[in-house]
């Protein structure tokens, strides 16, 4: 069961009556439809080596060097880190506010790749690998502190409309986000992003120094983002978790018996989701999002998208594309073109990464336009 569409739909009916306010750290409004219209979900645990996936045989002149791509964004990434911190590179999108479609991590291809050129120039040595990888777990651990938040509101607003002391017409995550986080970001005051910048700091990283160049990096953002050292012992995280969650609690139930028992509460065991990427992610999994601006960017990502893709949506545009017929069922399943050739495929929900390749040489076009023409993979 996926908990936050779960909880959500189950509370939560055409996105609400009032309009929400709009998150100060993602991009306005006309660009976070361009946001949505050129972002592909992607799997995180598919991202493979700068190389990209050579069974894709991919037009070389449709992608760019890593290092050359960070470097021409290297500037741009450090100024919009000094804007709107670390949510510059990947923001979390609530489904509170963007629905059951749209919700999950986004991140942006271009400030992200500007971002390791930065972090690489401060190092001065370093796998170029392992600075994506390091960057990758650090931005990613952020964004899902963030979706923690919302899960805990979602769990409890749910708990408390079937205990009675909720009329449906009060959401918990609505109110703090309002009343606390719009009202605090990006001063001191707003310890959510002091708490999630702590926890993406608190992991082990392939790159020696990386986690001293991250907080090199953080002392331009804005102040939210500088506080992450009064968070980064366990015992410090566990206690300012422990306090948002009270306050989220005491915003949305004003119950004088339920303020009192938080108050007395000396061992602060209110429930927290675990914060643990593989825990956060089987209670849904947490969507990702990438959102690529340009249409000439490195490979790296193509076979992440990729594997995120029902064979459906491939055999499909196949189908719309380029006039295939479909043979499906029995042992001898395949892809018939119009030019006589025919590709067979295995049973399976996703696409394998050779079957790209194969078709590509049945049709005589290039692997990326099958991806751009079927898949919208550009």
């Not at 650090?138 to 607003?157: G, K, P, Q």
């Not at 990006?186 to 020696?208: D, H, W």
């Not at 960017?297 to 499909?316: E, V």
Request: aromatic share 12%; net charge negative; hydrophobic share 40%.
């Amino acid at each position: 069961m996926d908990l936050w569409v779960a909880c959500h739909n189950r509370l939560h009916f055409d996105s609400d009556a009032k309009p929400w306010p709009h998150p100060p750290t993602v991009p306005s409004l006309d660009d976070l439809e361009h946001v949505f219209r050129d972002s592909h979900g992607f799997n995180l645990e598919q991202v493979s080596s700068s190389s990209g996936n050579p069974d894709l045989v991919p037009d070389p002149d449709r992608f760019v060097t890593e290092a050359e791509y960070g470097e021409a964004h290297r500037v741009q990434a450090n100024d919009a880190i000094r804007t709107s911190g670390f949510e510059a590179i990947a923001f979390y999108a609530p489904i509170h506010i963007y629905g059951e479609a749209k919700w999950g991590i986004y991140l942006n291809e271009r400030i992200f790749y500007g971002a390791c050129a930065e972090a690489i120039s401060l190092l001065g040595i370093g796998s170029w690998d392992d600075i994506i990888a390091d960057m990758l777990l650090t931005i990613d651990r952020h964004e899902l502190f963030h979706s923690a938040v919302e899960l805990f509101s979602l769990v409890l607003e749910d708990f408390a409309y079937l205990g009675g002391f909720n009329d449906n017409s009060s959401c918990p995550f609505r109110i703090y986000f309002t009343n606390e986080y719009l009202k605090s970001w990006p001063s001191l005051e707003c310890t959510e992003e002091g708490m999630a910048t702590a926890f993406q700091l608190r992991c082990r990283f392939k790159t020696p120094g990386f986690r001293s160049i991250i907080a090199k990096m953080l002392q331009s953002a804005p102040p939210a983002y500088t506080t992450w050292r009064s968070f980064i012992h366990r015992d410090q995280l566990n206690s300012g978790v422990q306090s948002l969650a009270e306050r989220i609690i005491l915003g949305a139930y004003e119950v004088p018996l339920l303020a009192a028992r938080l108050m007395a509460n000396d061992s602060r065991n209110v429930w927290f989701p675990e914060l643990y990427r593989s825990r956060l992610d089987s209670h849904g999994p947490v969507p990702r999002w990438l959102y690529r601006p340009d249409s000439l960017t490195p490979q790296r990502f193509n076979g992440a998208i990729l594997a995120n893709r029902p064979l459906r949506d491939l055999l499909s545009g196949l189908k719309h594309r380029y006039g295939a017929h479909v043979e499906s069922g029995g042992k001898h399943q395949a892809i018939h073109f119009p030019n006589g050739n025919k590709v067979p495929y295995p049973s399976g929900r996703k696409i394998p990464r050779y079957l790209i390749r194969n078709i590509s040489l049945a049709l005589g076009v290039p692997a990326q336009d099958i991806l751009s023409n079927c898949l919208d993979i550009r």
